[in-house]
Nanobody, 124 residues
Framework: QVQVLESGGGSIQAGGSLRLACTVS????????VGWFRQVDGKEREWVAS?????YSADSVKYRFTLSRDAAKNTVYLQMNSLKPEDSGVYSC????????????????????WGQGTQVTVSS
């Protein structure tokens, strides 16, 4: 069973930065698609960004959030800068080891393995 673990959430003031990490228990490589999603109570899960060979970002976070990967650590990082209150939510990462991002990587159903999520709270 593949295990996914997020870390790095917390509370921060608007304009600040946080870095989230997503560690996958199985071996990953640069082609494995890893996606980040966020959810606020009462709202649908929102796609934030994905990384495979290249990175993809939602318009709402483009130029503020960046993705990177440390394949040796089986870890993907989501660097979040210039945070806004509307960025608050539970951030979850998801993956399907061995699968690239070819397909509907914005769709949560694209990813069978999910972490528990980490809370990010941005205050104004």
């Amino acid at each position: 069973q593949v295990q996914v673990l997020e870390s790095g959430g917390g509370s921060i003031q608007a304009g600040g930065s946080l870095r989230l990490a997503c560690t996958v228990s199985s071996v990953t490589n640069s082609r494995n698609c890893v996606g980040w999603f966020r959810q606020v109570d009462g709202k649908e899960r929102e796609w934030v960004a994905s990384i495979g060979v290249i990175t993809y970002s939602a318009d709402s976070v483009k130029y503020r959030f960046t993705l990177s990967r440390d394949a040796a650590k089986n870890t993907v990082y989501l660097q979040m800068n210039s945070l806004k209150p509307e960025d608050s939510g539970v951030y979850s990462c998801a993956t399907d080891p061995g699968r690239s991002c070819l397909g509907d990587y914005r769709n949560p159903f694209f990813y069978p393995f999910w972490g528990q999520g980490t809370q990010v709270t941005v205050s104004s």
